[in-house]
């Protein structure tokens, strides 16, 4: 581990006393969001040590242009950044002149941080000595709001220990920011306006290129020992800012506070007419409402999440706050309201990768989202790519594909491809799969079949279309190869015949061609409107299916596996365990090309065909492949241990399972990979979330029935979990001696428990 200051806490994320060389980690780990923007947990008042600054508004970015030293065709012409917002949050302090930063502080003691999970709000206190001897305490809190989107809120406070002092709050909007992470050093944003009207403040700013058109806003109110007062401002504008001061004598022992709200509108979901008094309305608003009771309101909108989302554990604290660290992270990032919208692999948090939508919403999102919300909110997220089959198809083109061809990014914000490695976006073409995976899995777990006539088949069509044109027909080994591929395993590049990604391919196939049938059968009119506009004919469905029938699997018959991809076996085969320490990570470690001719696996790979297709291969045979594979897995992806930790416990294998729960559930709060300053993984939170209901808890959907086959590591008294299962809510409790059913819904239902079905009706415990 190389954190271990983050203090166990079932429902809070907890930091006490102040060490500068931890500011950036916690700016990641105390992030907050409300799914339309977020921002790291960076200090209101001015700060000159070390900090990165963050504040994130969800679909915006800028096409930063692609650096690559030598430019190939069909490279993506950028990369898409997530874009350092105009700052709302800023309030400069200063006490009898001097200003409060604690970089420059004589003393600070009693310095406490807390992300208070349960109720949605960040909060810091500390007592500060300043330069001029002022001694002061200092107390501030901050969400911003699930019930009102555009909005923030922060109460700061200030109280003078051992002197009368003059105190100033100068509260400002900032546009003249900048991205920690770009490639050319662009501008990314044109300041259009700043203006004010009466106490309220704004700035309107467009992106370069985008022209995504914001306003940024804020207004206060000003307390004296909690009651409002008013102050003359003093006002100091500039071409990118503005700032309004407000001073007070303050007596010794009394407090003087502030409240700000801020935050921003956007185009996006407004005519740019319109956002100036959106902004307007919502300081109207929010100051009629009062800070305390927008705090109150949070809490409730968060109860109403935790009531279905919660995962409890008993007796392991810091296996209960990892798993609500992640769901809290999960569910500041995406909250399903927006359609346009897609979960960033670092959401709120940091910039890093740029885009909005990897695989990683298919594959490890949408079963949280599908179990945890209404089953509308994983329908958005198909529809999603449903919206971004055209630029799917495009991206296609590009490469030399037709007919219908459809790619889909490894990158994107809008549906076209913005990554720029190019391993990765010509070879990780298995992202393709998971989109196909994720139609089926959404169908088989909500029972809702409309979305394949409505939208997906053309989805599963273009993406089978895809598969079809990329194999090749080897006469030498008289089957279809895939060539030049990257695995999930990122550590192996341009390689053939990757397993996972021809199991994929073959799966895509076959599964459009029965869903094909299916919609013909029982959907005559989308069936009719499908084949008309994407072209298809039977005998083209056919030659998909010999493909998909003729498939090549490279296979050791010494190990009795399926080799990851052709050569496998050809490596030096050293494992993990046999590694210097002083090497890990192998990616901050070695060079690239040391890594490409190791064995060493980044992330499940052909393990992860068997998570997918788990029904497809026998117990014995996920047994033989994880003893080989996981001793050569570095889990240096954030992907990785979940996948890991439900195959050990389907394995029986608790002490291991548990290991791998605790690594995915505390990977950023105990900065495993050494790189959390930089943010959160946070679609892979998800994959903490199935470790333990696919996982510890063994749920399953088989035969349009939930099964489950509850075990429980040593080290817990109990947990539980709810899943919303076709409009109902099963809780499922778990202890060392048995398991407990309840059903919040208004008819039985038919589960499996360890293989026997059981019926468990509504407000009626079962026990088995």
Known sequence: MNLDYIIPNNWSILEEGFDPQQVKASESLFSIGNGAMGQRANFEEHYS????????????????????????????????????????????????????????????????????????????????????????????????????????????????????????????????????????????????????????????????????????????????????????????????TIAFSYTQK???????????????????????????????????????????????????????????????????????????????????????????LNIGPKGFTGEKYGGSTYWDTEAYCIPFYMATKDQSVARNLLAYRHNHLQKAIENAEKLGFKNGAALYPMVTMNGEECHNEWEITFEEIHRNGAISFAIFNYYRYTGDYSYIPEMGLEVLIGIARFWHQRATFSTNKNKYVILGVTGPNEYENNVNNNFYTNYIAQWCIKYAAQSIEKVEAEYSADYTRVMDKTKLSKAEVSEWLKVADNMYFPYSEKHNVYLQQDGF?????????????????????????????????????????????EDEFTTEELERHFDFYEPFTVHESSLSPCVHSIQAAKLDRMDQAYTFYLRTSRLDLDDYNHEV??????????????????????????????????????????????????????????????????????KDLQIFVNGKEVTISPNKLMTV
């Not at 494992?575 to 090309?593: A, C, E, F, H, M």
């Not at 052909?606 to 998570?611: E, F």
Request: charge should be negative.
């Open 569 to 613: 076996l050809d490596k030096e085969l050293i494992t993990v365990t046999d590694l210097d320490k002083s090497q890990r990570p192998i990616n901050q470690k070695w060079s690239w090309d040391r890594i490409l001719r190791s064995p060493y696996i980044k992330q499940a790979d052909t393990l992860q065909g068997m998570y997918f297709f």
């Open 250 to 340: 303050v007596t010794k022992g009394d407090t003087f506070s502030i409240h700000k709200f801020g935050g921003y509108t956007v185009d996006r979901n407004l005519d740019k007419t319109e956002v100036i008094t959106v902004a307007k309305s919502t300081l109207d608003k929010s100051t009629l409402i009062g800070f305390t009771k927008l705090l109150e309101d949070q809490k409730q909108a968060w109860a109403n999440i935790w009531d279905t989302a919660d995962i409890t554990i008993e007796g392991d604290v810091k296996a209960q706050q990892g798993i609500r660290f992640n769901i809290f992270h999960l569910n500041q990032t995406y909250l399903g309201t927006d359609k346009t």
């Open 49 to 240: 040590g070390p900090t990165f600054q963050g504040s994130y508004i969800a679909g915006v970015y800028y096409p930063d242009k692609t650096r690559v030293g030598w430019w190939k065709n069909g490279y993506p012409e950028y990369f898409a950044k997530v874009l350092n917002a105009p700052s709302w949050i800023g309030i400069n302090v200063s006490i009898n002149g001097e200003a409060l930063d604690l970089h420059t502080c004589k003393n600070i003691e009693n310095f406490k941080r807390e992300l208070n999970m349960k109720e949605g709000w960040l909060s810091r206190s500390f007592t500060a000595t300043l330069p001029n001897d002022i001694e002061v305490e200092v107390n501030v809190k901050r969400f911003l709001s699930l019930d009102i989107d555009e909005l923030g809120a922060i109460d700061y406070s200030v109280k003078p220990l051992n002197a009368d002092a003059t105190i100033t709050y100068q509260p400002y909007l900032d546009s003249g920011i900048t991205n920690e992470d770009t490639n050319w050093d662009d501008k990314f944003w044109d300041t259009v306006k700043v203006s004010q009207e009466g106490e309220k403040a704004f700035i309107e700013a467009k992106t370069m290129k985008t022209e995504f058109y914001t306003c940024t806003f804020m207004e206060s109110q000003l307390f004296h020992n909690g009651n409002q007062v008013e102050i003359a401002s003093e006002k100091e504008e500039t071409d990118t």
């Open 677 to 746: 300053h930089e943010g959160l993984h946070i679609t892979s939170m998800a994959g903490t979330w199935m470790s333990i209901v696919e996982g510890f808890g063994g749920m399953r959907v088989k035969n349009d029935t939930l099964s489950f086959e509850p075990k429980i590591p040593k080290q817990w008294d109990g947990y539980s979990f709810k899943v919303n299962f076709r409009h109902q809510v099963v809780k499922v409790s778990v202890n060392q001696n048995e398991t407990k059913f309840e059903l919040e819904g208004d």
